[in-house]
């Protein structure tokens, strides 16, 4: 019987490993310097690549399998060189190299934000080919490296400047750390649902008639709940009620199942990717709450960031905008500092959308989760955003009061498990 290696064993002698040493997949000792070296699908795959061929399925998943393998970076407690997810560690190097690039001529700024969205939609796609339903931090990444990117760039190089004054640099910084602060909150309690199916009598449960519920693990964050197993979904069934996706177990009003999560939401509005996390019952206001200081920290900085690489002009004693903004590209201080605010104003104009369409949701009682089944069975009119029938619906400041101050979910919550 042969004895696979581990991290700290070798040949059955417990031996430290070096910083930059690690046992690979195979139960080999290696190096983090031969991340490219003996590596026959890196040579395969560029091989194809010089003689124009199609590059196989097969080559490109072991490639990806490798490259997550010895993907590593040092460490100095005697462990060796510790995985690093790809998924994270990308946008950590990408954000930053592609805001230097962009910084070279205007052309290259166009071309670097054409690539960036491309390059999100091709990475998540190459990881959902090799992970299939893992789930992923990539975008919680970028989002993050993004506005870290952002924040260190306004205070190393605009406050350089010295045309920022120290209340407006500490109320950037005052606004940001309330921006986290709700980030925090939204993501520290999802509401998760550990749903227990309570069979019908004379029915024996099968995991094959009832592919979609998996068994889940309790958690401190986590809601208990046993339910009755019902039948398929009835014809008559209307997109407000509750059920799961196969229509195979009724669970808690205007809950929804998240299969990133794995678990059922208390009015579920949707799984928010640049977060990680679900937005429900209980962070859904903390979720507003944060696009809005990003909204508003956004674009303060981006105002006090054009207003100082361009000369400003007042307007009515009151307003002071960017008027000569010729020699953004004269050197590299100045074109960090336009870049930037640029990217962060893209940022800021997509947030405005989001925003936008939470607040026309919020407007009628109704969540992304429920309109978009709303879609599928055609109850929804003005192009899809506003739900026809809708029984949650008081009213605009009915519905707005209703969201700010009322536990509507916990108490349809508690009802549920009342009437059982």
Not at 165 to 177: G, H, K, N, R
Not at 267 to 288: E, M, P, Q, T
Not at 355 to 378: C, D
Request: hydrophobic letters at 45%.
């Amino acid at each position: 019987m042969v004895k696979r290696l581990q991290p700290g064993l070798i040949s059955g002698v417990r031996e430290p490993l070096c910083c930059c040493e690690y046992i690979n997949m195979h139960g080999e000792k290696t190096h983090i310097l031969g991340i490219c070296c003996d590596c026959e699908a890196l040579d395969d795959t560029f091989d194809k690549i010089f003689k124009c061929e199609p590059v196989p399925d097969s080559t490109v998943d072991k490639l990806l399998s490798v490259l997550g393998d010895r993907l590593r970076v040092p460490t100095f407690f005697g462990a060796g060189a510790v995985k690093v997810r790809p998924d994270i560690l990308t946008p950590i190097l990408v954000v930053p190299s592609c805001l230097y690039l962009a910084t070279l001529h205007p052309v290259m700024t166009i071309a670097v934000f054409a690539f960036m969205p491309c390059f999100i939609v091709f990475f998540h796609a190459l990881w959902r080919r090799a992970q299939q339903d893992a789930p992923t931090f990539f975008f919680y990444s970028w989002g993050l490296t993004s506005v870290i990117s952002a924040y260190v760039v306004f205070q190393c190089f605009v406050v350089a400047f010295r045309e920022v004054l120290l209340w407006e640099i500490l109320m950037v910084f005052t606004m940001m750390l309330v921006m986290f602060y709700f980030l925090y909150l939204t993501r520290r309690n999802p509401d998760l649902q550990r749903i227990v199916l309570k069979p019908r009598q004379g029915h024996k449960r099968t995991q094959s008639n009832m592919p979609h519920i998996k068994t889940m693990k309790p958690s401190s964050s986590s809601t208990s709940i046993t339910i009755a197993e019902t039948s398929n979904m009835d014809s008559n069934v209307k997109w407000m009620d509750s059920r799961t996706g196969a229509g195979k177990a009724e669970g808690p009003p205007r809950s929804g199942f998240c299969k990133i999560c794995d678990a059922y939401i208390t009015v579920r509005d949707h799984h928010c990717v640049w977060i990680n996390a679900c937005i429900g019952a209980s962070n859904h206001r903390y979720f507003l709450l944060a696009m809005l200081m990003f909204i508003i920290t956004g674009s303060y900085a981006c105002h006090l960031t054009f207003t100082t690489i361009c000369t400003p002009t007042m307007y009515f004693d009151w307003f002071l905008l960017p008027n000569d903004c010729r020699w953004l590209y004269a050197d590299f201080l100045t074109s960090i500092c336009f870049v930037t605010a640029l990217y962060a104003a893209i940022g800021v104009s997509c947030m405005c959308v989001a925003f936008i369409y939470q607040f026309a949701l919020i407007s009628q009682n109704v969540t992304a989760h429920e309109l978009a089944r709303a879609r599928g069975l055609g109850l929804v009119s003005f192009g899809g955003l506003f739900a026809q029938d809708n029984p949650n619906n008081h009213g605009l400041i009915r519905n707005w009061v209703d969201f700010w101050l009322s536990t509507s979910g916990r108490s349809g919550l508690d009802a549920y498990k009342e009437a059982l």
